[in-house]
């Protein structure tokens, strides 16, 4: 985790570069998500280090977050769950499944939650709805048809966090909203999912997924513009507007298994094919008119815009395509290659009448290849070397008019993995080296900032240590070490070896847990974690230092057959600690010691 984008959403680090996310394999970005992810309807979460164009598209260079969502069952299910906590935290939710008819091929699933909370920020509160039903029909043994919805609406308002003075966070409450809370956005979400799967034979299968999603976000916000040189008196700047978006997507895979020989193989072809459309309104408030003293706030405004005002207005429309191949090969039981690439092109317009100068064009296309093999001298132990490349689109306007390119990325990793212990204890240890090309940067011999050069490139090597297993009947553990050195290797608005900001470079993480075998206490169930974070640079000018921090988190719990009672305690020291940054004016912190309950009954 590295920031929140104005307590909007989770945005994750990995690598040293921020990771894209996906849901169900399609991708989420602003056109799409616009604020944070609801979670009463995931059935997990997969990370993928490294470049993943070949598979998911247009994504940075370090990793990919995939949310797999719940699908119907086949026998009756039924969770109620209500959960309470620190500042005023109130969240019913239930999932239910069933199946439609006797044989189950016909079912459906909901997952509903509702949440009201208050936050260790003053006067911050929050307040969602989240529904999301699905049906899935077994037309046949071999045909499957999914479709899946989600509705959130979600009331908030954009908490940038503190300010930086000097080298260092300003030493205020970590309670204190530098800004206007009274001033929220309200925030629409909804996704639709319509996926077939066929297995024309044992060797031969279909997926195809179409999605549809549309948003929109409405309200204002007054918050940190530029702190004085008094180092006290923040100027405060803030809008009033609109945003609304739709996108539509439409995956294919086809996936065949076959033999040349005493060689198998899994060769995967697909494509995709996606339209984004938005459009946005807004008016700014004047800097000048409102200010804050960070020490000692009164909390009196001046600036009062609502969002029907006639604002200035602009669209935004992005295509995009990709065609992708790729072939998992077994030369023997211990010898493994993967071969793939995929071909994307991608195309936006953005378009404001009121600033026809702010008009951008963006066409690119970019290869991503992909190539890794596996070999196990013996049964336990793998020996593992990848190379992969990403692309990633980005807008902008050039000096002399051509179009921008988009971002690249390329990844060396070469590791090994474990298996010991009967199975019971697998390890990874991993060495990577990522270079990121194509970073817009100001070009040094146009004065004006709206046009930039591509010669920006950022550069990320590291080491990471992961453990995870089983070590006694009931007690397991999870693990992970992380060296991450990741810097400025070449810019014209940065200086060269700046670190990159948000990336510690070195991170520990111990997660353990035991569940009592005994009778008597049978169900009862115990964990605790260690998270440590080393420090990190506040901004790409490294102008400040976030300091470095441990937390302690614990949970205890007791299930019988239909019953659950959890309790979370988080921050268990309440250390005062930051969570990441993106600027001298916006310094995420992180929650002090807070806990919740949980109970939850099943039938």
Known sequence: FSENSGGRDSLFNVRGFEANQYKNGFLEDFFSKRTETEIANVESIEILKGPASVLFGQSQPSGTVNIVTKKPLKQPYFVASFTAGSYELIRPSFDISSPLNKDGSLAYRLNFAFESADSF?????????????????????????????????????????????????????????????TKKGEFDEYRGYLSLNHEFSDRFTLNSSFRITSSREEGQSLEADTLLEDNRTLLL??????????????????????????????????????????????????TAENSLDIFNPVY???SNLEPDIAFDDGTTKANGFGIYLQDQIAFTDNLKMVLGGRFDTYESKDRNPNDPESDADTEADAFSPRIGIVYQPIQPISLYANYSESFFPQTGRLTGGDAVKPEIGEQYEVGVKADVLDNRISSTLAFYDITKSNVLTDDPNNPDPDFSIQVGEQKSRGAELDVTG?????????????????KITQDNSFPVDNRLNNVPFNTVSLWTNYEFQQSALKGLEIGAGLFF???????????????????????????????????????????????????????????????????????
Do not use: C, M
């Open 121 to 181: 920020r003053d006067a911050v509160q929050t307040e969602r709805v989240f529904v999301a039903p699905v049906i899935r029909w077994e037309i046949s043994d071999r045909t499957t048809v999914t479709l899946e919805g989600e509705y959130l609406s979600d009331k908030r308002p954009i908490d940038r966090g503190i300010v930086a003075i000097g080298d260092e966070p300003a030493d205020v409450p970590a309670s204190r909203f530098l800004g206007d809370a």
């Open 237 to 286: 700047g803030g809008f009033a507007g609109g945003q609304y978006y739709e996108t539509y997507t439409w995956q294919n895979d086809l996936i065949s298994k076959f033999n040349t020989g005493a060689i198998n193989h899994t060769l995967l072809f697909g494509f995709e094919l996606s339209r984004k459309t938005g459009i946005y309104y807004d008016n700014f408030f004047e």
């Open 300 to 302: 009196e405004f001046t």
């Open 470 to 486: 089983n070590i006694l009947y009931g007690w397991d553990i999870i693990a992970s070490y992380a060296y991450t050195d990741a």
């Open 533 to 603: 974070v080393d420090e990190r640079e506040g901004d790409l000018d490294n102008s400040f230092s976030v300091p470095s921090y441990t937390r302690v988190d614990a949970v205890i719990s007791y299930t019988t057959d239909n019953l659950r009672l959890a309790v979370n305690l988080k921050n268990l020291f309440d250390i005062e600690y930051f969570d990441g940054s993106q600027s001298t004016t916006s310094i995420t912190l992180g929650e002090p010691f807070n806990v919740q309950g949980t109970l939850s009954v099943n039938w």
